[in-house]
């Protein structure tokens, strides 16, 4: 075959008919080859980003001033609103009627024990007190008399057991005599004040007729009602402080706890004993009572730190060593006039003071120490 004829063949219709098909099929190749190596190249500059953005800070969005605070150890108390109250009251009334013929001690007079109050007339208690002496000396020689006779056997054992009835009855009517004339003479029964005078001069008592009041204010008594979940922690002879009325505070002692709570209201009657020794007009007053219970570490703040979380529970915002927020629940142990101790945080603790209401639990933030308290009042703004 020649060359002519050669090239007629390979230029057939048939040969020319399948050219544009490998065109095709190299064309389409191609791109797949490209777009796969443009995949390669993204997923790596995606990888180097990723990586990149690791190594990249994260820039805190807010600013917020903190405080550093430590624990110190303070008393846990029991606070009650209780009442003072004498240590005792005694009304005196007449064990025997009579006319008052002398009061000795006015209203409001302080009185010892066995001092004179009033007296009432004795009448003819008097004259029936000799007879009544006489009768004990008459039956005492019939007796005497008998018993000689009976040793020289004139005389019978059944008389002389009569004399001796009569002597004993006449000596018994004698004692009781001497008791009703004790009586006229009402005395106080303890140290105290005369609160209240029934008994005037001239006036007629009857028996069990009021005549006078005498109230011991030394020591007086606080009187509280405990709760019944707290009353486990009191105990006999523990220390408890007073609040007065006129501002001081009395430290007392617990000498009564009742063993029965009250059926209305579920509390534990308490009596804390207080000494009055210059005899103030305190009893009656209101006061607060504070029992210690424990000592535990508590950190002091202001109230307007205090914060609730999401599912409402109290707590602060503190900003650990990593920048990051914490949320810490709290119990207060104790409230102040200008603050309150609150338990359940770490010994040493940041807190927010500026910037809590802006920030939440887990956020990275800056941090700027706060050294006034006026600082501790508005809060920042965020950055843009």
Known sequence: M??????????????????????????VAGVAAWMASGQLVSSEDKQTAAATAEKK??????????????????????LVQGHLKPNRTVTLRAETPGR??????????????GQVIVRLEAA?????????????????????????????????????????????SAKANLKAMQVDIDRLTIRAPFDGV??????????????????ATIVDDNPVLAIAEVAQQNVARLKIGGKALVGLINGKTVEGRIRYISAQADDDTRTFRTEIEIPNPDHANIAGSTA??????????????????????????LGIKSVGPDGKVAFHGIEVVRA?????????????????????????????????????????TAPPRAQE
């Open 336 to 376: 102040e006039s200008d603050g309150v101790w609150v338990s359940g945080l770490p010994d040493t603790v940041r807190l927010i003071v500026r910037g809590q209401g802006f920030v939440r639990a887990g956020q990275t933030v800056q941090v700027a120490e706060a050294r006034r308290p006026s600082e501790q």
């Open 194 to 211: 005369l609160n209240e005078r029934a008994a005037e001069m001239g006036g007629y008592v009857a028996t069990k007729d009021e005549v």
């Open 100 to 113: 008052v013929v002398e009061v000795v001690a006015t209203k409001g007079q302080r009185v010892k024990a």
């Open 2 to 27: 020649t060359a002519t004829e050669e090239n007629t063949v390979l230029d057939s219709p048939r040969r020319r008919r399948f050219r544009p098909i490998w065109f095709a099929v190299l064309f």
């Open 57 to 78: 800070p994260v820039t805190p969005d807010f600013t917020v001033a903190v405080m550093t605070l430590r624990a110190k150890p303070i008393t846990r108390f029991i």
């Open 288 to 313: 607060q009572v504070r029992i210690p219970v424990e000592t535990l570490k508590a950190h002091f703040m202001s109230a307007q730190f205090l914060t609730l979380d999401d599912d409402g529970a």
């Open 124 to 168: 003819d208690r008097m004259a029936k007190l000799e007879h009544a002496k006489a009768k004990v000396a008459q039956t005492g020689r019939d007796l005497e008399a008998a018993r000689k006779l009976m040793g020289k056997g004139f005389q019978t054992d059944s008389n002389l057991k009569t004399l001796a009835a009569a002597h004993e």
